[in-house]
């Protein structure tokens, strides 16, 4: 969770509960700091959290406000881009990729000395280090061949694999050449096992189908998991071992595997030394999956499903009672094994994971990995443990960026924590920023305050239940269900009931099928030209009602639509309900192709999915944004009309916002769940009317009705900024009129990449000139209109030398 702690959770996990108790004046005052925070009240938390610093218990209350706040194991930044980390045996080298397809290329950094890494590239990918340390193989990205480099110098070796597409490369012995791991289709779905000699690559004996990469096992065998039989364990001299089974794992000094096995309709998780035969540990009516063993060999931890989310439990090898680890709601997954025996585990879905610190014996969890930030989100993908466990790779999107393609490659090392000065820093700049955000907030909205103040007070949760509830007993609403079509009439007539003439957008999502998107128009008095869409989905998955995803954010729509029915803001509303997004965002592809076909000047728009499940006690939800401007108006609209706590992230891909961004450009948000998709009911038959938080909906409600009226009677972002230098050291700007009636000036300023800014101007024409102007710096330039209400976004441009 971003910083969800409370005292006797950050005190247990670290140990220090006894030495703390005894400092009642120091936990009383951090429990006031951490519940402040738990309720979004961050100014006062951060507020306190400095004074704590500052004082003398300090150094006890350090790896508690660390933990709070972001981060407590030293971290740094290794590459701004990187995928794939794998360390060599001792630890010394990391190896990384960068680029995609055919520019992939691997990057090896020597992280032995105390100095910046020392990079060099090889021109392949799936690098990976001879147990020896004598050499790296890799997968050439530009001929079909396997390289061998010696480390310490000297020519490469290189076998070439044609009509093979490889994989991956495992070193089954201390010496010797890799297996290559390859398929001969480049459609196939799995691989086999090649061994690579002067001749070339041979098939080995058997011809099993890989699934996953092998792993290296004491003796020079492979443990793998095959499809034909189960998990293999192959000798050097071609013998096999299979048993039945899947998800095989290896001890780090090879001597033993576990496995998931079934036997009738029970799911097992086995343990074998090598050469021995494999002993049930667990048996369970539920799922299994993902055992990992400890690096002592002693115990086994794995992944099970009491409910409808992902567990961890460890159990060792007496096959005692299994010890559950994790007691959250999201999937924990993906355990593994570090130093002192600790498990490293993974929390969330696919675009939101976070990594976790657990006591193998107690359970106890401390946050691995952080941004230190108080509302930006920083999404991880890859974990690497350090062969002794001290130092953990991970990959992310640490500044909350899920658009752009880099993600970063971080180091996070276990032995070292950060300081008292460093957090003291961190809770400084956080409060800042946090103190600026809600400054500028309450700047945005002040002409329109009051009445925005009114108007969210009619929003009803019970409404919302209600059209929850009708949605809900509809079944599936997938485009292929009878549900869709009952949810289109559905709308329709509520629609109506509120005073409007709603537009059903009927076309074949695929053939044969036709749905419709519903679209309902609240005309602006001022520029009704001028358009702003706010949009949910209504259909789910064929499996599932879709509660959640997105019953939630349909309802949300609709209550927020009965609302302004009679409240006409300055410029036009368009409220769409799409239809098959979960068939490939065809709804509102759709519905921008009718927009832009009709010429309609939509200027802004909000978009929201996934807003009714709730982690914890906390009504918290993500801004996910294309636009920096419409983030912050958002989080002002939650922090001063509503209960909702939001947190941020530049997200947009795979949803509806997605196709209003293609059409009409970055000036899109919306809301969707915190942690981002992190609800275990997602896309499953149990996303179900009960797992769904109607006072969360209601606030989400809320926040999108003082946005958009905040939107639609503000001008909106400006076209056409020019900026040049003159002569005499000025810059020149000019900007076309707001098309907007009513605007009475602009404001005009310079930005600079560190985020400061200078110049600033207000000017009744469409041109400025600014001196002093730094260089690299852009120039910035927004509308004022009626009631000194400023433009959401700056339009900029960047003078040239």
């Known amino acids: 969770m971003h910083g969800r702690v409370v005292w006797m959770a950050v005190a247990g996990l670290i140990g220090w509960s006894g030495r703390i108790e005894s400092q ?41 406000i660390a933990l709070l706040t972001g981060e407590l194991y030293r971290t740094r930044e290794i590459a701004p881009d990187a995928a794939n980390p794998r360390w060599s045996p001792d630890g010394t080298m990391l190896a990384y990729e960068i680029g995609v397809e055919a520019s992939r290329r691997s ?20 690098a990976t280090f001879a147990p020896d340390g004598s050499e790296v193989a890799y997968l050439s990205a530009s001929t079909a061949a396997a390289v061998m480099r010696p480390m310490g110098g000297g020519s490469e070796r290189t076998i070439e694999t044609p009509g093979l597409v490889g994989l991956a490369l495992v070193y089954p012995a201390d010496s010797g050449p890799p297996t290559l791991v390859a398929a001969a289709d480049p459609t196939a779905p799995m691989a086999q096992l090649y061994e690579l000699g002067a001749g070339g690559p041979r098939p080995l004996a058997g011809g099993e189908r890989v699934t996953g990469a092998p792993l290296r096992a004491a003796g020079g065998r492979l443990v793998f998991g095959s499809a034909e039989s189960g998990v293999t364990i192959r000798s050097p001299d071609g013998t096999t071992t299979v048993h039945r089974g899947a998800a095989p794992a290896v001890s780090a000094d090879g001597s033993s595997y576990t496995f998931v096995g079934q036997e009738s309709a029970d799911w097992t998780i086995l343990h074998a030394r090598i050469g021995a035969a494999p002993r049930v540990l667990v048996r369970s009516p539920r799922p299994l999956t993902s055992p990992a063993i400890s690096e002592d060999g002693s115990r086994v931890v794995y992944q099970a499903m009491p409910r409808e989310d992902w567990e961890l439990y460890a159990v060792g090898l007496d096959g005692g009672e299994p010890r559950r680890l994790t007691h959250e709601i999201q999937h924990d997954i993906f355990p593994q094994f570090v130093s002192q025996g600790r498990v490293l585990a993974v929390m969330g879905e696919g675009r939101h994971r976070r990594s976790y610190l657990y006591d193998g014996a107690t359970g106890a969890r401390t946050r691995l990995f952080h941004n ?17 466990g001290n130092v953990v790779a991970i990959v992310s999107e640490r ?28 809770v400084r700049a956080a409060r800042r920023a946090e103190q600026d955000l809600r400054r500028r907030g309450t700047a945005m909205f002040a002409g329109i305050a009051p009445r925005v103040k009114g108007l969210v007070a009619e929003v009803s949760s019970a409404r919302i239940y209600q059209y929850e509830r009708a949605l809900f007993r509809l079944g599936s609403k997938h485009v292929t269900q009878p549900g869709n079509k009952l949810a289109i009439e559905y709308l329709e007539a509520l629609l109506r009931s509120f005073g409007y003439q709603p537009e059903l957008q009927w076309f074949e999502p695929s053939p044969g099928v036709r749905s419709a998107n519903v679209v309902a128009t609240l005309r ?42 009679r409240q006409p803001q300055a410029a036009t509303i368009r409220f769409a309900w799409f239809t098959s997004e979960e068939s490939g965002l065809r709804g509102s592809r759709e519905f921008v192709r009718v927009a832009s076909q009709a010429g309609h000047r939509v200027v802004g728009g909000l978009n929201n999915d996934m807003i009714g499940w709730a982690n914890d006690d906390r009504l918290d939800n993500t801004i996910r944004y294309a636009n920096r401007g419409l983030r912050d108006l958002q989080h002002a609209a939650a922090f001063l009309f509503t209960n909702l706590i939001t947190y941020d992230a530049h997200y947009y891909k795979f949803t509806d916002a997605h196709s209003l961004v293609d059409a009409f450009g970055d000036v899109i948000s919306g809301i969707g769940s915190y942690p981002v998709l992190g609800n275990p009911h997602y896309h499953q038959p149990h996303d179900v009317l009960e797992t769904v938080n109607h006072r969360l909906v209601a606030e989400v409600s809320r926040a999108t009705l003082a946005s958009v009226m905040l939107m639609a009677s503000s001008p909106s972002r400006l076209a056409e900024v ?49 001196a002093g102007v730094p260089p690299g710096a852009a120039i910035a330039v927004r509308a004022i209109g009626g009631r000194q209400l400023e433009g959401w976004d700056w339009a900029r441009a960047t003078p040239g030398k």
């Open 24 to 64: 009642v004046p120091a936990r009383v005052a951090f429990d006031s700091a951490a519940y402040a925070w738990e309720a979004g009240r961050y100014p006062e938390a951060l507020e306190r959290l400095e004074r704590l610093l500052t004082g003398p218990h300090r150094d006890t209350l350090l790896a508690p």
């Open 107 to 126: 990057v090896l950094l020597n992280l032995s000395d105390a100095g910046p890494p020392r990079p060099d590239t090889l021109p392949g990918f799936a």
């Open 372 to 388: 230190n930030t108080v509302r930006t989100i920083a999404p991880e993908y890859e974990w690497a443990p350090r062969p002794d």
């Open 399 to 426: 500044d909350g960026d899920t658009v752009s393609p880099e993600r970063a490659l971080y180091l996070t090392d276990l032995r070292r924590t950060v300081s008292a000065e460093e957090v003291l820093g961190r």
């Open 524 to 565: 602006g008095t001022l520029d009704p030209e001028v358009q702003y869409v706010v949009g949910s989905h209504f259909d789910s998955v064929r499996e599932g009602p879709g509660a959640d995803d997105n019953t939630s954010g349909t309802a949300a729509l609709l209550e927020l639509a009965r609302v302004l029915a």
């Open 722 to 770: 020019t900026a040049s230098r003159t002569s005499a050291g000025t810059v020149e700007v000019g900007w076309k009129p707001a098309i907007e009636r009513g605007v009475t000036s602009y404001r005009v300023r310079w930005e600079d990449s560190l985020g400061a800014t200078g110049g600033m101007r207000v000017v009744r024409g469409t041109s400025a000139r600014l």
